[in-house]
T-cell receptor, first 117, second 117 residues
């Protein structure tokens, strides 16, 4: 009953370092998302994917890249980390059975807490 | 563009009492879906309840109910018989009918609920 799995759970980077956040879902969902959560800001969309091999920018994409080479995996990369990227990152996924306005629950991973010094 | 507003940064409620968490939204769409999520101190995002804009009945899920007033554009979460384990952040979110942003959820900034003995 894994659902959405994110690795790592915690990471500390120095400014300028790179890293990749991994997200895997076992629910055969087409749609996957990366959000960031900052204090008092709610969740903001970084990038999303509507299927294997496709990705698109969300609300706050600068400084991030993504890839979806396999349907079950969605990777978020930071090429040159900056202190402004200190945040909690959430991966999420859902299907759209019955269309976008049906009760298609978005399932979240446990989050990755990233600090950039 | 959609906007979700949660006007209560923090709320207190006594155990066994009911509490209402406010959510208003701004959209020009006629069709949309509204979600509530709970985020306990452990950090995960837990789906609570869904309301579709064309649903005639207010949604209920156990102790959670949604007071949906479409004309007022409000979707307040009601928690009955509060328990200590209900202490958490609560997020209201919306999914609209358009495919831009891949039908991602648009979140409010959240309300912190503390249940006291």
């Amino acid at each position: 009953n894994a659902g959405v799995t994110q690795t790592p759970k915690f990471r500390v980077l120095k400014t300028g370092q790179s890293m990749t956040l991994l997200c895997a879902q076992d629910m055969n969902h087409e749609y996957m998302y990366w959000y960031r959560q900052d204090p008092g800001m709610g969740l903001r969309l970084i990038h999303y994917s509507v299927g294997e091999g496709t990705t698109a920018k969300g609300e706050v994409p600068d400084g991030y890249n993504v890839s979806r080479l396999k349907k079950q995996n969605f990777l978020l990369g930071l090429e040159s980390a900056a202190p402004s990227q200190t945040s909690v990152y959430f991966c999420a996924s859902n299907r759209l059975a019955g269309g976008p306005l049906a009760k298609n629950i978005q399932y979240f991973g446990a989050g990755t807490r990233l600090s950039v010094l | 563009a959609q906007k979700i507003t949660q006007t209560q940064p923090g709320m207190f409620v006594q155990e066994k009492e009911a509490v209402t968490l406010d959510c208003t939204y701004d959209t020009s769409d006629q069709s949309y879906g509204l979600f509530w999520y709970k985020q306990p101190s452990s950090g995960e995002m837990i789906f609570l309840i869904y309301q579709g804009s064309y649903d005639e009945q207010n949604a209920t899920e156990g102790r959670y109910s949604l007071n949906f007033q479409k004309a007022r554009k409000s979707a307040n979460l009601v928690i009955s018989a509060s328990q200590l384990g209900d202490s958490a952040m609560y997020f209201c979110a919306m999914r609209g009918p358009n495919s831009n942003s891949g039908y991602a959820l648009n979140f409010g900034k959240g309300t912190s609920l503390l249940v006291t003995p």
